[in-house]
Nanobody, 125 residues
Framework: QVQLVESGGGVVQAGGSLRLSCPAS????????MAWFRQGPGKEREFVSF????????GYAGSVKGRFTISRDKPRNTMYLQMNSLKPEDTAVYYC??????????????????WGQGTQVTVSS
C-alpha cells in the first residue's frame, strides 16, 4: 500500500503560480510512476502530467505543456507540480496518483492504484 497526501492548493489570480506537493509513504519502493490528474467543476477527471519514478521521464497534457513542470525528490519520496501562468480554466481539484504497474500507460487514470484526497486550485480572472 502507498499513501499519498497532496498540499499546496489555493486561490490565485490568473497569471500567478502555485506549487503542489505529494509526499508518498508506505510501500514506496514499489512505485513505477506517479502522476497528477485534475477534475474541474462539471468535468471528467483528466490527465495533467506523469513522471517515471526511476528515470525521471515525464509527460504532459497539451493544455499545460510549457506552463507546468513535474518533478520528484527521490530521497523524500515526494512529487511536485510547479504551475506557472495559471489560467481560470486550470481551476480544479488536483489529485496525485501512483502505480506499481511497470506496463502502465501513465496518462490513464485507470492504471493508477493509489490516490490522494485532492487539493483545490482556484484561478480567478
Amino acid at each position: 500500500q502507498v499513501q499519498l497526501v497532496e498540499s499546496g492548493g489555493g486561490v490565485v489570480q490568473a497569471g500567478g503560480s502555485l506549487r503542489l506537493s505529494c509526499p508518498a509513504s508506505g510501500s514506496t519502493s514499489s512505485i513505477y510512476a506517479m502522476a497528477w490528474f485534475r477534475q474541474g467543476p462539471g468535468k471528467e477527471r483528466e490527465f495533467v502530467s506523469f513522471i517515471i519514478w526511476s528515470t525521471g521521464g515525464t509527460g504532459y497534457a497539451g493544455s499545460v505543456k510549457g506552463r507546468f513542470t513535474i518533478s520528484r525528490d527521490k530521497p523524500r519520496n515526494t512529487m511536485y507540480l510547479q504551475m506557472n501562468s495559471l489560467k481560470p480554466e486550470d481551476t480544479a481539484v488536483y489529485y496525485c496518483a501512483a502505480t506499481p504497474r511497470t506496463w502502465a500507460v501513465p496518462t490513464r487514470a485507470s492504471e493508477f492504484d493509489y490516490w490522494g484526497q485532492g487539493t483545490q486550485v482556484t484561478v480567478s480572472s
